[in-house]
Nanobody, 124 residues
Framework: QVQVVESGGGLVQTGGSLRLSCTASGLTFSNIFMGWFRQAPGKEREFVATIRWYASTTYYADSVKGRFTISRENAENTVYLQMNNLEPEDTAIYYC?????????????????WGQGTQVTVSS
């Protein structure tokens, strides 16, 4: 059974940093994307960033470009999201997700497996 586990959330002040991590198991890592979404109360789930696994090609939402960095470590089946210069608007539950095959990268419906989420809160 595929399992996705993320961690690293917490409470920070505006301008602070956090690093999220996500480890997956039970899945063959071929032709997959592994990425991050976030969802704030009362809002739709929003694309943040994703990485094409073997090529290490990265994609970012405009709202986080230049502040967040996604990376992967093949040996650990792990993806990271380094978040710098955090803003109150970044407050949300952050979810790690995996997609197989061809996808529209920014659409949650493209992703097949999801973690349980980790809370990120940025105070003003």
């Amino acid at each position: 059974q595929v399992q996705v586990v993320e961690s690293g959330g917490g409470l920070v002040q505006t301008g602070g940093s956090l690093r999220l991590s996500c480890t997956a198991s039970g899945l063959t890592f071929s032709n997959i994307f592994m990425g991050w979404f976030r969802q704030a109360p009362g809002k739709e789930r929003e694309f943040v960033a994703t990485i094409r696994w073997y090529a290490s090609t990265t994609y970012y939402a405009d709202s986080v470009k230049g502040r967040f960095t996604i990376s992967r470590e093949n040996a650990e089946n792990t993806v990271y999201l380094q978040m710098n210069n955090l803003e109150p608007e970044d407050t949300a539950i952050y979810y790690c997700a995996l997609a197989r095959g061809g996808i529209i990268i920014q659409r949650p419906q493209s992703y097949d497996y999801w973690g349980q989420g980790t809370q990120v809160t940025v105070s003003s």
